[in-house]
């Protein structure tokens, strides 16, 4: 038997095992098929709920490190005359 034959052969036995005698693959129950739409729903929306979470985390986050660095920013131009750096006292 070659190679093909022998594929020829495996496909048969699979199409017995899994096709009904109509060679029509068996339609999966409606309860089952439910099930699983309601669990795909509820987990799609523990995902997007967990996406909101940790981009609302980042958003925050980089909101109070642009509030740090302008508070900071302020601070250095209030402290300074005429807003000068500290690396114009190298110039010398």
Partial sequence: MNSSQAGATARG???????N?????PEPPEGPRAVQA???GVLSLLVLCGVLFLGAGLLLRAQGLTALLAREL??????EPGGASIDDDDDS
């Fill in 13 to 19: 036995a699979w199409q017995s095992s899994c096709c």
């Fill in 21 to 25: 005698q109509s060679g029509a693959p």
């Fill in 38 to 40: 309601a669990v795909l």
């Fill in 74 to 79: 302020r601070s250095s131009r209030e402290g």
